[in-house]
């Protein structure tokens, strides 16, 4: 008889396991060239297609960057700023504020956003903290994390992390029970940690940027368009270097000259670059008694290049919704402050989408973390509330009159939150009026409770309601 010895969870993957981690694995390769593409495209670092007609062999390393990609897609994001988290009951978000501070969650947010807006995708993962510390928040990369998804329930069936620590590969696997924390060690998967944590759903979300229904992984803001306008903007630019190499310098020529004229007084020829720079040059007539005529033909006129990649920059403000003078783009007539906020609509409005998209990212996250916190789900009847800055930017006068007309209108309580929201102030500009708020109620109390103590020192305390209503003695 043969004895069979059961596998041991936690030193090794199961079956089911290890092809799940190879399967996902697959899928985060077949991902990373696209994904690396972008990111050339935004660090300017993308290798720009010659069509070998005007550029020469000499000049085959020169490269010229065009920073549209990345400006396109920081000016978004610098619109998203996510300040506060809180109940939308109104009950203290002490316990939010806890765990977000403890995740630096709202510096994070920011890279997550610029993330998204970028790849086109970004990772949050949640997981147990250390003992007595709050749960973990992380936004991953999806150059380093992917999931399988569920598009009926709208939730991940798995997911992977993949990364490199002391030359070692780790790989986390995300399982609705559990996480799988394993090391590649000769060539296979050593399992090193397991975090039984029983949600029944994967601790894993997707902060997708221009979803569609057929494509829930979502879409970067550095369209096929974008990129090849910026290739085209790059090839004139190369174009204006290449002629500014060989025609920037006037070139000169000389009629009816002699020999003697490009020699020196021993009678070497001078170098081409020495007859070039001189200034003056002495000649002689010839038999006839005429001058040699001297001229120069018209410098390189880089202008009808500038007026190409003009018509560019317009056309990438349309992509990328942004102003044209965002781009470098000017012309004669300065834009208006109208036009210049007619402008601005496109990018506001994409702001507010991207802003209900990932509040909804942010929320479940939260919702997520206080499940890992507490053992169970958080009440549903309770919903988590993202505060926003107002992408629109306003000015602070127009801020504060829209305030101050609601509360004449009596839409709005003066002393209420709202009121400060709107009026521009951000989270922790709120925070302290509030405790203002407190100290000078209290200060006004003290003040008064002070008063009427020096009043019934001196006698002068009026008298209660009784006495001056006579008591009751039934004499009216």
């Known amino acids: 008889m043969t004895a069979t010895i059961p596998e041991l969870p936690l030193l090794s993957l199961s079956g089911d396991e290890a092809q799940l981690l190879t399967a996902l694995r697959s899928d985060l390769l077949s991902q990373r060239f696209k994904l690396e593409l972008l990111d050339a495209y935004f660090n300017g670092e993308q290798l720009v297609r010659d069509l070998g007609i005007s550029i020469p062999p000499q000049l085959k390393g020169l490269h010229t960057v065009i920073g549209w990609p990345r400006i396109g897609v920081e000016s978004l994001e610098q619109r998203l ?37 970028t790849y086109g995708r970004e990772y949050v993962s949640v997981g147990s903290g250390e003992a007595g510390d709050p749960p973990l928040i992380t936004f991953e990369s999806p150059l380093d994390m992917t999931m399988f998804w569920d598009a009926r329930l ?80 790059c090839r004139r630019l190369m174009g204006i270097e290449v002629g500014a190499e060989f ?7 000389i009629l009816g000259v002699s020999e003697s004229a490009f020699q020196d007084a021993e009678g070497n020829a001078k ?37 190409i990649i003009d018509l560019y920059a317009r056309i990438m403000a349309s992509q990328l919704s942004v102003a044209p003078h965002v781009l470098g783009y000017t012309s004669d007539n300065p834009a208006s402050a109208d036009a210049i906020r007619f402008a601005d609509n496109g990018q ?9 998209r990932f509040s909804a ?24 509330e993202c505060v926003w800055r107002n992408p629109a930017t306003p000015t602070v006068a127009a801020q504060a009159d829209a305030a101050v007309k609601l509360v004449h209108a009596g839409i709005l309580p003066a002393d209420g939150d709202v009121v400060l929201e709107m009026a521009g102030l951000s989270e922790d500009q709120r925070r ?44 009216g």
């Open 247 to 253: 025609f920037q310098a006037p070139q000169r020529y």
């Open 432 to 475: 302290r009026v509030a405790a203002e708020r407190r100290r000078s109620a209290n200060t006004a109390a003290s003040r008064q409770l002070m008063d009427r103590l020096a009043a019934m020192s001196e006698g002068d305390e009026p008298p209660a309601a009784a006495e001056v209503t006579g008591g009751d003695d039934g004499l």
């Open 154 to 233: 709208r939730l991940a069936t798995a997911a992977l992390r993949e990364s490199v620590e002391d030359g070692v590969r780790i790989a986390t696997l995300y399982l609705p029970d559990q996480t799988v924390y394993a090391a590649e060690v000769d060539g296979g998967w050593e399992v090193f940690d397991r975090d039984i944590h029983n949600l029944g759903m994967v601790p894993v979300l997707r902060m997708a940027n221009r979803q569609r229904t057929a494509d829930r992984i979502g879409k970067s803001e550095i369209t096929p368009e974008v990129m090849s306008i910026t290739d085209a903007a």
């Open 271 to 307: 170098s081409a670059w020495e007859t070039y720079i001189g200034r003056v040059l002495a000649l002689e007539r010839d038999e006839n008694g005429e001058v040699p005529t001297v001229g120069q033909f018209a410098a390189h006129d880089p202008s009808g290049q500038t007026k």
């Open 361 to 384: 990212t942010h929320r479940d996250a939260m919702r997520l973390a206080l499940w890992f916190r507490d053992g169970e789900p958080p009440d549903k009847s309770r919903r988590i």
């Open 348 to 356: 506001i409005k994409k702001a507010e989408r991207r802003i209900r």
């Open 81 to 117: 700023d996510l300040e506060a988290f809180r109940w939308a009951d109104g009950t203290d978000p002490s316990d939010l504020e806890e765990i977000a501070e403890s995740n630096d969650l709202y510096d994070e947010a920011s890279l997550a956003h610029l993330d998204a807006l």
